[in-house]
């Protein structure tokens, strides 16, 4: 199913571990360019500066040939232009597959050719299903799914969990209103469906081609997860999609089980992400507890913005302080040791500042006095007689 050459896929994995090698200080640069000299990669580039502009010229390319046979057709065609979108469709399926096969992989060219292609692909689907969205967003599923089994394109899996989240809503609101009424909690089943079977695929995966790929998809549903059971989220779309109406002085319904589910959630996700060390489980955490401030704020203004920041940030601040006091000293578990294998500047940084300080210390210099002393034999201090 995968267009690349698996051996090249492996060696790409084994130069990026030489590489995190090599920036935590196990290995030195000698010894990393001599692994990557023996190691054939296919054709990719990790600064995103270059696959930006890389892909603004791959954007140019398949314009300019979708342009072309535009040209071509334009006599041709009268009402079925949609046929027309479904061959631009054909010429990014078919671009892809040439570049990927030419070992062009997270290049530049071969993304704006994988997008592209779904992008035009949606289009063709909408005109023919006059714009159905169900069925826009079954295809895209489809393809997304196909698209990141063959390219292992993470902006395809990416779209995949998108388009399928998308797909169940829409399919859950052509259902009855009754079932509509438990959407949050459905969603709620389907992020954990996604996470059990994501964990359990990683567990079980003997390959790491389609690791990134399953671990945004754990990551996803933790995501979708919160959100499915947000305050905010549940009140604003049971008010716009559901329609019900939320008098004042009234709440929506189980509104004290949303109101514990969006602290609660975050709090799980910061403590199992110091449990497990699990850094992106941390993040989530994180950001997810500041929605979870934002929604009571939204509602709920006890304190001016002003003062509820000055407040919050010196409770953070205290906190943090007293973080790292406790953890500084600890050389295992959870620790305020640097990792090695994270690279940052801040240790740096406060490494230079204590090295220019000390090097303000200058050291005691020795003056040669023009005073001739005495010849003392002992202890004389420039006196003239013996001891």
Request: glycine share 8%.
């Amino acid at each position: 199913m995968i267009v690349y050459d698996k051996k090249m896929l492996d060696h790409a994995n084994l130069l990026d571990e030489a590489k995190s090698l090599q920036k935590a200080g196990f290995i030195v640069k000698e010894q990393y360019e001599t692994i990557a000299k023996n190691l054939t990669v296919p054709k990719t580039h990790n600064n995103l500066l270059i696959r930006f502009l890389f892909f603004i010229l791959g954007v140019f390319l398949y314009s300019s040939i979708c342009g072309f046979f535009s040209l071509l057709a334009v006599d041709s065609i009268n009402s079925n232009y949609e046929y027309l979108v479904f061959f631009f469709a054909i010429i990014g399926f078919s671009g892809a597959e040439i570049l990927s096969r030419s070992t062009y992989y997270g290049h530049g060219l071969d993304d704006t050719f994988i997008l592209g292609s779904q992008l035009t692909l949606a289009i063709a689907i909408g005109i023919t299903s006059d714009f159905n969205e169900l069925i826009m967003g079954a295809f895209i599923t489809g393809t997304a799914l196909l698209s990141y089994l063959r390219y292992l394109h993470l902006s395809m899996a990416l779209l995949f969990s998108l388009a399928l989240t998308y797909t169940i809503v829409l399919g859950i609101f052509e259902l009855n209103e009754s079932i509509q009424a438990f959407l949050p909690f459905i969603m709620m089943a389907f992020a954990l469906a996604i996470y059990f079977s994501s964990k359990t695929a990683l567990q079980k995966l003997a390959t790491p081609f389609y690791y990134n790929g399953l671990l945004l998809a754990k990551n996803f549903a933790l995501i979708l997860f919160y959100f499915s059971g947000n305050y905010l989220i549940v009140r604003e779309l049971s008010i716009d999609l559901l329609g019900q109406d939320v008098a004042p002085g009234s709440d929506i319904p189980f509104a004290y089980l949303f109101y514990a589910f969006t602290f609660i959630v975050p709090a799980s996700y910061l403590y199992f992400g110091l449990v497990k060390k699990d850094r992106i489980l941390l993040w989530i955490g994180l950001l997810s507890l500041c929605f979870s401030v934002f929604t009571i704020r939204y509602y709920y203004s006890v304190l001016p913005v002003e003062i509820a920041l000055t407040i919050g940030g010196a409770v953070l601040f205290a906190t943090t302080l007293f973080t790292i006091r406790k953890l500084k000293n600890k050389e295992t578990g959870i620790t305020f040791q640097p990792d090695r294998f994270t690279k940052t500047n801040a240790f740096l940084n406060a490494e230079i500042l204590i090295t220019s300080q000390m090097g303000g210390l200058k050291p005691e210099v020795t003056t040669q006095s023009s005073m001739e002393f005495g010849g003392g034999d002992f202890s004389g201090g420039g006196s003239g007689g013996s001891f």
